[in-house]
């Protein structure tokens, strides 16, 4: 029973060319992550959202975007997508922030851009 | 700056025997330690955590040990069986950052466990 869903698991897109990656959980939790993991490098943390505040990583380009319409869902957009975007991207769920959290992940969507 | 690192990129062990892998951290801030596991072509997967306020966790086949003075945590399986062949990775947080304990990951072991 799949907790954390991804879609799709791969997707192809143009240099350029808008994407959207979603993210659904059955958890319920109030914390939604989006990491991006290139090679066998360790998960980089991009934004979070804690219910429906979001939180930027100092470092995340302007280039993504992301989306919470309810608690279920989370979209990663990437406006123009270069070649330096093609990574796995991972979603990842907290029942909150603070105290000991243990995050889920889901299976991830690689992206490759042409 | 890598707070959390993971020197051995890939270890190899026989069937039947332990694994030992080892993850450092340089932030003392850190006080929640976690194990993650992943397969190819899927995402991290949670393996067994332990609070700074112990120095040992069981699970199973699955032991995590904590030595803060050190700023060093090891995961030991065992006995190893081929199917813990995966890449694992180690993660931190802090509970009192004010981002709220994001977690921060070492760059991961590969480990091969031959039948």
């Known amino acids: 029973d799949a907790m954390v869903i991804q879609n799709p698991r791969y997707q192809v897109t143009q240099f350029g060319k808008p994407v959207t990656l979603s993210c659904s959980q059955t958890?319920?939790?109030?914390?939604m992550y989006w990491y991006q993991q290139k090679s066998s490098q360790a998960p980089k943390l991009l934004f979070h959202?804690?219910?429906?505040?979001?939180?930027n990583e100092a470092d995340t380009p302007d280039n993504f975007q992301s989306r919470r319409p309810n608690t279920s869902f989370c979209f990663l957009d990437i406006r123009s997508p270069g070649l330096g975007d093609a990574a796995m991207y991972l979603c990842?769920?907290?029942?909150?922030?603070?105290?000991?959290?243990?995050?889920?992940f889901g299976a991830g969507t690689r992206l490759s851009v042409l | 700056d890598q707070q959390v690192k993971q020197n051995s990129p890939s270890l190899s062990v026989q069937e039947g025997r332990i694994s030992i892998l080892n993850c450092d951290y340089t932030?003392?801030?850190?006080?929640?330690f976690l194990w993650y596991k992943k397969y190819p072509a899927e995402g991290p997967t949670f393996l067994i955590s332990?609070?700074?306020?112990?120095d040992k966790n069981e699970d199973g086949r699955f032991t995590v040990f904590l030595n803060k003075s050190a700023k060093h945590l090891s995961l030991h399986i065992v006995p190893s069986q081929p199917g813990d062949s995966a890449v694992y990775f180690c993660?931190?947080?802090?509970?009192?950052?004010?981002?709220?304990?994001?977690?921060?990951f070492g760059g991961g072991t590969r480990l091969m466990v031959k039948p």
């Open positions: 332990i609070s700074s306020i112990k």
């Open positions: 993660a931190a947080s802090a509970s009192t950052f004010n981002a709220g304990n994001m977690l921060t």
């Open positions: 959202y804690y219910d429906k505040d979001f939180n």
């Open positions: 932030n003392s801030m850190f006080d929640y």
């Open positions: 990842a769920t907290s029942k909150r922030l603070g105290g000991k959290n243990i995050q889920y």
């Open positions: 958890l319920n939790h109030n914390v």
